[in-house]
C-alpha cells in the first residue's frame, strides 16, 4: 500500500487521497517504531518504543520524536482508518476548531546521535488520538534526513476493549414502554483506575432491539476504586439533568456528578462492599448504602444550590446488622408512598437461608429489622443474584438464587420471602424450584421486572461456566433452558429490564460491552 504522508501540521487524523512516491531509504540510518505494550486498550493512549541506529562514521541530527514537531509522521492503517490516517504529534496536539485553523508546525527539534550509537525512546501519542475500534491496525513512521525518508518497517498495533473491573447500569421506571438507564464501569489502567459511562436504550421493543452507546470517559480515579453504581430511580430515569456515579476508594466514598463535579467522604471503617443499587429520589440526594461484616452505613450527596458546586456529602447514620449478609441489596418505594427506602440482606444458615429486611424514610432512621429462614433453601448461588422490589401497594419481595445438592443431585430454585408495608409477613417463604443442574454454578442474576407499579415477571439467569459462556434462563414451564444468544457476560452479570423483554450485558474484547435480549 502506498501512504500520502502529510509534513504539515494538519488535523488530527487528516488523511490524503494523492499519491506520493516514498524515496528509497538511507542504509546509514535504522528507525523501529514498535508498540510499547502487546495490546492497547479502546481510547487509551498509544505508546510507542522508538530506536534509531547510527551506521554512519560520524555523528548526524535527526528529527527528535520526543517534541511535537512537523516530524517524525505515522500512518496508521486498519479497522477505523481503512485508508490510512497521517498524523504528527504537533496535528494530535493542536487540533483544529470551529472558526479557527490549526496554527503551523514549528520545525522540528532536532536530535544528536553520536557516531555507531543508538538512541532510544518511548513517545505517547497523547489525548489527540483515541482509537475506538478494536482490532489489528498496522503502524509505519517516518521521518526525513538528508533529502531522504528514513522510514520503519510496518509493526502490528492491537487495539482491544479492556475487561471492565467493576460495572453497574442504573434504570428508572418506564413510562414510554422503552428500558432505559446509564451504566458505569471501572477498567484498570496503568496510572489508576478509568471511569466510562454509557447510554443504554431500548430502541425497538417490538423486535427486540437494543443499543448500547459509545463508552465516555469520564475521570481517572484511583488504583485501588471499585464497586462502582449507578442509582435506581423510582421515576424516569432522565427525568432530572443531574445524573450521579458512586464508587468508593478505601474508606472513601465518592461520587461524581453528569456536571463533572466531584465529591467524598470519608467512613469510620473501610466497607466490604457499597450496596448495589444506590438510590435516587426526584428532588433528593443520591443515597449510597456501605456494608461491612458487622454495620450498615448510609451516605447522602445532596445537590449544591449552584450547579457549579460538588455534591455535598452526609453520613446520615451507621447502625449494627443483626447478621453477617452474605448477599445485600436496596430499593426505591414507590414516590406516590413518599419513596420509602428498603434495605435488604441474607444470612447463610446451616440448613437453609434467613432473609432480612428493614425500611427507611428521607432523612428517617433505619427501622425494625423483619427477618423468614426459608429452610433447605440450600446454599445461595451468588451474592449478585439476590435483590429486593417495592410494588405501588408498598409491598416488599425479597428473592435469592439458590442451590441445592441431594444424593449427588443439584437443583436451583428461586427462594422468596414477601412483607406487607407495615411489616407483616405475606404468604408463607419457600423455594421454588427452578431446575435441575449438570454441575456447581459459578455465577448468576435475578431480577424483579416492574410494570405500571406491578410485578410483573421474575428473571433468573445461572451461569455454569461464564467465561465459555455457558449461561442457563429459567423459562416456564420448561425450567432452565440454554441462553439462546451465546457470549460472555460482565462479571457481575447484569440483567436491564425492558418493556416485554429482559436484556444480558455481554463483554467481548473485540465489540466491547454489548446488550442482548434473553
Not at 538528508?146 to 475487561?163: D, N
Not at 467493576?166 to 432505559?180: N, T, Y
Not at 476508594?249 to 463535579?261: A, F, Y
Not at 456494608?291 to 452505613?297: G, S
Request: hydrophobic share 40%; net charge negative.
Amino acid at each position: 500500500m502506498v501512504f500520502a504522508i502529510a509534513l504539515f501540521a494538519g488535523p488530527a487524523h487528516a488523511c490524503t487521497n494523492q499519491k506520493h512516491e516514498t524515496p528509497k531509504a538511507t542504509t546509514m540510518i535504522t528507525y523501529e517504531a514498535q508498540p510499547a505494550n502487546d495490546e492497547f486498550p479502546v481510547a487509551g493512549e498509544l505508546r510507542l518504543r522508538l530506536r534509531i541506529v547510527n551506521t554512519q562514521g560520524a555523528d548526524v541530527e535527526v528529527p527528535d520524536p520526543t517534541s511535537a514537531g512537523s516530524q517524525p509522521v505515522y500512518v496508521l492503517v486498519g479497522p477505523e482508518f481503512p485508508r490510512g490516517q497521517s498524523f504528527t504529534r504537533f496535528a494530535l496536539e493542536h487540533r483544529p476548531t470551529l472558526g479557527k485553523a490549526p496554527p503551523a508546525p514549528p520545525p522540528p527539534a532536532m536530535l544528536r546521535i553520536a557516531a555507531g550509537t543508538t538512541w532510544e525512546g518511548v513517545v505517547g501519542l497523547g489525548p489527540g488520538l483515541r482509537i475506538l475500534q478494536p482490532g489489528d491496525y498496522s503502524l509505519v513512521s517516518r521521518f526525513e534526513h538528508g533529502g531522504r525518508w528514513v522510514e520503519s518497517a510496518a509493526s502490528v498495533v492491537r487495539i482491544r476493549a479492556a475487561v471492565p473491573s467493576s460495572i453497574h447500569v442504573g434504570v428508572g421506571l418506564r413510562p414510554q414502554k422503552k428500558g432505559e438507564g446509564e451504566g458505569a464501569f471501572l477498567r484498570r489502567g496503568e496510572d489508576g483506575n478509568e471511569l466510562f459511562s454509557f447510554l443504554f436504550h431500548e430502541v425497538r421493543p417490538d423486535i427486540t432491539e437494543p443499543k448500547i452507546g459509545e463508552p465516555i470517559e469520564r475521570e481517572l480515579l484511583g488504583p485501588n476504586a471499585t464497586d462502582v453504581g449507578v442509582p435506581w430511580r423510582n421515576s424516569p430515569f432522565f427525568d432530572e439533568l443531574m445524573r450521579f456515579i458512586v464508587w468508593r476508594e478505601g474508606r472513601s466514598v465518592k461520587v461524581v456528578s453528569s456536571t463533572g463535579d466531584i465529591s467524598s467522604i470519608e467512613l469510620p471503617v473501610e466497607p466490604r462492599a457499597l450496596v448495589r443499587p444506590p438510590l435516587k429520589a426526584t428532588g433528593g440526594p443520591a443515597e449510597v448504602l456501605a456494608v461491612t461484616n458487622e454495620e450498615l452505613h448510609l451516605v447522602s450527596f445532596a445537590m449544591a444550590a449552584e450547579p457549579a458546586e460538588p455534591p455535598i456529602p452526609k453520613l446520615a447514620w451507621r447502625v449494627t446488622l443483626p447478621a453477617r449478609p452474605d448477599a445485600i441489596a436496596a430499593a426505591l418505594g414507590p414516590a406516590s408512598h413518599h419513596s420509602p427506602r428498603y434495605v435488604a440482606f441474607a444470612a447463610q444458615r446451616e440448613h437453609g437461608v434467613e432473609l432480612f429486611v428493614a425500611k427507611y424514610t428521607s432523612g428517617g432512621a433505619l427501622g425494625t429489622w423483619r427477618s423468614v429462614v426459608v429452610a433447605d433453601a440450600g446454599r445461595l448461588v451468588d451474592p449478585s443474584a439476590f435483590g429486593v422490589f417495592v410494588d405501588a401497594d408498598e409491598h416488599v419481595y425479597v428473592g435469592a438464587l439458590t442451590v441445592t445438592e441431594k444424593e449427588g443431585s443439584l437443583a436451583c430454585a428461586w427462594t422468596e420471602a414477601r412483607w406487607d408495608a407495615d411489616g407483616a409477613p405475606r404468604g408463607t417463604p419457600g423455594a421454588m424450584p427452578l431446575g435441575p443442574l449438570a454441575e456447581k454454578p459459578e455465577a448468576g442474576a435475578l431480577l424483579f421486572v416492574e410494570k405500571d407499579g406491578k410485578l410483573v415477571r421474575r428473571e433468573a439467569l445461572v451461569a455454569v461456566k461464564p467465561e465459555e459462556g455457558r449461561l442457563l434462563r429459567w423459562k416456564e414451564p420448561r425450567g432452565l433452558v440454554p441462553v439462546s444468544v451465546p457470549g460472555r457476560p460482565t462479571s457481575p452479570i447484569i440483567l436491564v429490564p425492558g418493556d416485554t423483554a429482559t436484556y444480558i450485558l455481554y463483554f467481548d474484547t473485540m465489540r466491547g460491552i454489548y446488550a442482548e435480549p434473553l
